[in-house]
Protein backbone atom coordinates (compact mmCIF):
# COMPACT_ATOMS: atom_id res chain seq x y z
CA UNK A 1 0.00 0.00 0.00
CA UNK A 2 2.73 2.16 1.10
CA UNK A 3 4.29 2.36 -2.73
CA UNK A 4 0.90 2.94 -4.49
CA UNK A 5 2.27 3.85 -8.31
CA UNK A 6 -1.14 5.80 -8.47
CA UNK A 7 0.20 8.30 -5.67
CA UNK A 8 4.00 8.48 -7.21
CA UNK A 9 2.08 8.99 -10.20
CA UNK A 10 -0.58 12.18 -9.13
CA UNK A 11 2.02 13.49 -7.42
CA UNK A 12 4.81 13.57 -10.22
CA UNK A 13 1.92 14.80 -12.44
CA UNK A 14 1.22 17.83 -9.77
CA UNK A 15 4.55 18.76 -9.91
CA UNK A 16 4.76 19.28 -13.35
CA UNK A 17 1.18 21.36 -13.12
CA UNK A 18 -1.35 19.19 -13.86
CA UNK A 19 -4.42 20.96 -12.27
CA UNK A 20 -6.68 17.28 -12.86
CA UNK A 21 -4.09 15.65 -11.05
CA UNK A 22 -3.69 18.70 -8.18
CA UNK A 23 -7.35 17.73 -7.52
CA UNK A 24 -7.52 14.43 -7.29
CA UNK A 25 -4.72 14.56 -4.71
CA UNK A 26 -7.02 16.82 -2.85
CA UNK A 27 -10.59 14.60 -3.03
CA UNK A 28 -8.28 11.32 -2.56
CA UNK A 29 -6.76 12.64 1.04
CA UNK A 30 -9.06 14.96 2.01
CA UNK A 31 -11.03 12.37 4.38
CA UNK A 32 -7.71 11.76 5.86
CA UNK A 33 -6.86 15.87 6.94
CA UNK A 34 -10.66 15.23 8.33
CA UNK A 35 -10.17 12.04 10.25
CA UNK A 36 -6.63 13.66 11.81
CA UNK A 37 -8.60 16.89 12.21
CA UNK A 38 -11.73 15.33 14.16
CA UNK A 39 -9.56 12.76 16.21
CA UNK A 40 -8.15 16.09 17.49
CA UNK A 41 -11.94 17.42 18.58
CA UNK A 42 -11.64 20.41 16.61
CA UNK A 43 -14.65 22.55 15.62
CA UNK A 44 -15.86 22.60 11.99
CA UNK A 45 -14.03 25.84 11.17
CA UNK A 46 -10.93 25.18 12.57
CA UNK A 47 -11.33 22.29 10.48
CA UNK A 48 -11.52 24.02 7.85
CA UNK A 49 -8.40 26.56 8.31
CA UNK A 50 -6.22 23.36 9.20
CA UNK A 51 -7.41 22.08 5.77
CA UNK A 52 -6.32 25.25 4.46
CA UNK A 53 -3.00 25.35 6.04
CA UNK A 54 -2.12 21.59 5.05
CA UNK A 55 -3.17 21.94 1.39
CA UNK A 56 -0.44 25.41 1.28
CA UNK A 57 2.33 23.85 2.90
CA UNK A 58 1.99 21.06 0.48
CA UNK A 59 2.32 23.25 -2.45
CA UNK A 60 4.86 24.94 -1.27
CA UNK A 61 6.65 21.44 -0.10
CA UNK A 62 6.02 19.15 -3.15
CA UNK A 63 8.61 20.15 -5.40
CA UNK A 64 11.27 19.14 -2.59
CA UNK A 65 9.14 15.71 -1.67
CA UNK A 66 12.00 13.15 -1.95
CA UNK A 67 9.58 10.10 -1.86
CA UNK A 68 6.42 10.94 -3.51
CA UNK A 69 5.08 7.43 -2.36
CA UNK A 70 5.13 8.85 1.21
CA UNK A 71 2.40 11.76 0.86
CA UNK A 72 0.00 10.15 2.86
CA UNK A 73 2.10 9.70 6.01
CA UNK A 74 3.77 13.82 5.28
CA UNK A 75 0.13 14.58 4.66
CA UNK A 76 -0.94 13.28 8.13
CA UNK A 77 1.74 14.38 9.81
CA UNK A 78 1.09 17.83 8.29
CA UNK A 79 -2.09 17.87 9.45
CA UNK A 80 -1.51 16.56 13.29
CA UNK A 81 1.20 19.42 13.42
CA UNK A 82 -1.14 22.21 12.23
CA UNK A 83 -4.05 20.66 14.59
CA UNK A 84 -1.97 20.85 17.56
CA UNK A 85 -0.34 24.35 16.25
CA UNK A 86 -3.80 25.52 16.21
CA UNK A 87 -4.89 24.13 19.89
CA UNK A 88 -1.66 25.21 21.23
CA UNK A 89 -2.55 29.03 19.57
CA UNK A 90 -6.19 28.89 21.01
CA UNK A 91 -5.40 27.69 24.48
CA UNK A 92 -5.41 30.77 26.77
CA UNK A 93 -5.47 29.43 29.86
CA UNK A 94 -1.76 27.47 30.12
CA UNK A 95 -0.43 25.99 26.90
CA UNK A 96 0.17 22.51 26.50
CA UNK A 97 1.31 20.64 23.62
CA UNK A 98 -0.97 17.80 22.96
CA UNK A 99 1.61 16.04 21.79
CA UNK A 100 3.91 15.50 24.79
CA UNK A 101 0.93 14.52 26.98
CA UNK A 102 0.02 12.21 23.90
CA UNK A 103 0.61 8.84 25.60
CA UNK A 104 1.14 7.72 21.54
CA UNK A 105 3.97 9.30 19.99
CA UNK A 106 3.27 11.87 17.37
CA UNK A 107 4.45 9.07 14.15
CA UNK A 108 2.79 6.48 15.40
CA UNK A 109 -0.68 8.39 15.16
CA UNK A 110 -0.10 9.85 11.77
CA UNK A 111 1.12 6.49 10.38
CA UNK A 112 -2.53 5.08 12.13
CA UNK A 113 -4.41 7.15 10.50
CA UNK A 114 -2.27 6.88 7.11
CA UNK A 115 -3.42 2.99 7.37
CA UNK A 116 -6.98 3.56 8.33
CA UNK A 117 -7.44 5.71 5.15
CA UNK A 118 -5.81 3.34 2.94
CA UNK A 119 -7.90 0.43 4.17
CA UNK A 120 -11.08 2.55 3.71
CA UNK A 121 -10.13 3.34 -0.02
CA UNK A 122 -9.35 -0.08 -0.49
CA UNK A 123 -13.06 -1.40 0.87
CA UNK A 124 -14.60 1.67 -1.34
CA UNK A 125 -12.70 0.31 -4.43
CA UNK A 126 -13.79 -3.30 -3.81
CA UNK A 127 -17.09 -2.60 -2.71
CA UNK A 128 -17.14 -0.14 -6.36
CA UNK A 129 -16.71 -4.02 -7.72
CA UNK A 130 -19.96 -5.69 -6.16
CA UNK A 131 -23.30 -5.34 -8.56
CA UNK A 132 -25.59 -2.66 -7.46
CA UNK A 133 -28.06 -4.99 -6.20
CA UNK A 134 -25.27 -5.66 -3.24
CA UNK A 135 -24.12 -2.21 -3.39
CA UNK A 136 -27.65 -0.82 -3.01
CA UNK A 137 -28.00 -4.16 0.06
CA UNK A 138 -25.01 -3.38 2.04
CA UNK A 139 -25.34 0.38 1.64
CA UNK A 140 -28.75 -0.15 3.71
CA UNK A 141 -27.34 -2.52 6.20
CA UNK A 142 -24.66 -0.85 6.58
CA UNK A 143 -26.32 3.05 7.34
CA UNK A 144 -26.62 4.55 10.63
CA UNK A 145 -28.94 3.58 11.87
CA UNK A 146 -29.70 0.72 9.55
CA UNK A 147 -32.66 0.17 8.21
CA UNK A 148 -35.34 -2.04 9.10
CA UNK A 149 -35.41 -5.24 7.35
CA UNK A 150 -39.26 -4.18 6.41
CA UNK A 151 -37.88 -1.20 4.39
CA UNK A 152 -34.75 -3.08 2.80
CA UNK A 153 -37.28 -5.63 1.62
CA UNK A 154 -39.77 -2.49 0.20
CA UNK A 155 -36.82 -0.47 -1.31
CA UNK A 156 -35.00 -3.76 -3.13
CA UNK A 157 -38.45 -5.40 -4.04
CA UNK A 158 -36.92 -8.66 -2.48
CA UNK A 159 -38.80 -11.04 0.55
CA UNK A 160 -37.71 -10.43 3.82
CA UNK A 161 -36.55 -13.86 4.27
CA UNK A 162 -34.19 -13.55 1.43
CA UNK A 163 -32.50 -10.50 2.63
CA UNK A 164 -30.44 -12.53 5.28
CA UNK A 165 -28.84 -15.43 2.94
CA UNK A 166 -28.00 -12.44 0.10
CA UNK A 167 -26.17 -10.24 2.66
CA UNK A 168 -24.24 -13.20 3.56
CA UNK A 169 -23.22 -13.70 -0.33
CA UNK A 170 -22.65 -10.42 -0.75
CA UNK A 171 -19.85 -10.28 2.03
CA UNK A 172 -18.57 -13.08 0.33
CA UNK A 173 -18.60 -11.86 -2.57
CA UNK A 174 -16.67 -8.62 -1.19
CA UNK A 175 -14.33 -10.64 0.42
CA UNK A 176 -13.31 -12.05 -2.64
CA UNK A 177 -12.45 -9.33 -4.70
CA UNK A 178 -9.17 -8.28 -5.91
CA UNK A 179 -9.13 -5.06 -3.98
CA UNK A 180 -9.85 -6.61 -0.61
CA UNK A 181 -7.01 -9.68 -1.06
CA UNK A 182 -4.67 -6.19 -0.24
CA UNK A 183 -6.38 -6.06 3.20
CA UNK A 184 -5.80 -9.91 3.83
CA UNK A 185 -2.09 -9.90 2.80
CA UNK A 186 0.44 -9.35 5.64
CA UNK A 187 2.68 -6.21 5.51
CA UNK A 188 5.29 -8.40 3.23
CA UNK A 189 2.55 -8.52 0.87
CA UNK A 190 1.99 -12.17 1.66
CA UNK A 191 -1.01 -14.15 3.15
CA UNK A 192 -0.61 -16.39 6.31
CA UNK A 193 -0.97 -19.73 3.50
CA UNK A 194 1.82 -18.04 1.32
CA UNK A 195 4.07 -18.09 4.63
CA UNK A 196 3.75 -21.85 5.04
Known amino acids: MRDDPTVVDLV ?9 A ?11 VYSVCRRCRLTQP ?18 GLREPAALPG ?23 DPAESADVPEQAIAEEEVLRHERRAILRAAFAQLS ?10 TQDP ?40 GPDGMNEETRR
Not at 12 to 20: L, M, W
Not at 23 to 32: G, I, M, Q, S, T
Not at 46 to 63: A, F, K, N
Open 12 to 20: TRARGGDKS
Open 22 to 32: WDELVVRYAPL
Open 46 to 63: DIDDVGQSVWLRLVEHLP
Open 74 to 96: WIATTTQRECFRLIRASSRVEPV
Open 132 to 141: RQCQALLSLL
Open 146 to 185: PAPYGEISRRLQVPIGSIGPNRARCLNRLRQTPALALLAD
